[in-house]
């Protein structure tokens, strides 16, 4: 299990769309994060050197959600293991844990070549993760800790 590798393509949408074809967790229910129909927390993942990077921004109005394509660090690599966070600090350990998630079912291809789509959706009262390959296939999702 390596580290996850961001690649540069992020797509925000202020419209939920069908998960038919997705994996899919709730994160957090019943968020503190999300009131007033707005997120109130930035809601993101943990990258090099522990630094908090926001996905979900603050003052983002319900529902949102942003997906951000990744990769694999490691030839083989058959899960990415992702570790969200909300709050406002520059690092991780100034914000709430929301847990660590791995997605599964990767094909074992050289690094960089796998694309996952992983999206952070909130909607209503639920912070929910999101996860499938460049061809629409599910991967599967499993919490890790928690």
Request: net charge neutral.
């Amino acid at each position: 299990m390596g580290a996850i590798l961001l690649v540069a393509i992020t797509v925000a949408s202020a419209q939920t769309t069908s998960t038919a074809q997705s994996a899919l967790i709730v994160i957090e229910a019943n968020s503190p994060a999300l009131q007033q129909a707005q997120v109130r927390e930035s809601i993101g993942l943990e990258t090099l050197g522990g630094v908090f990077t926001p996905i979900l921004e603050a003052g983002c109005s319900l529902p949102c959600e942003v997906t951000n394509t990744f990769s694999t660090a490691e030839d083989k690599q058959t899960e990415i293991k992702i570790f969200l966070f909300r709050g406002s600090g520059r690092l991780v350990s100034e914000n709430h844990s929301l847990g660590s998630f791995a997605i599964l079912g990767i094909p074992p291809l050289p690094r960089g070549k796998p694309v996952i789509a992983v999206t952070l959706r909130a909607a209503g009262t639920d912070i929910i993760l999101i996860a499938k390959d460049s061809s629409g296939t599910q991967l599967r999702i499993e919490r890790r800790d928690k």
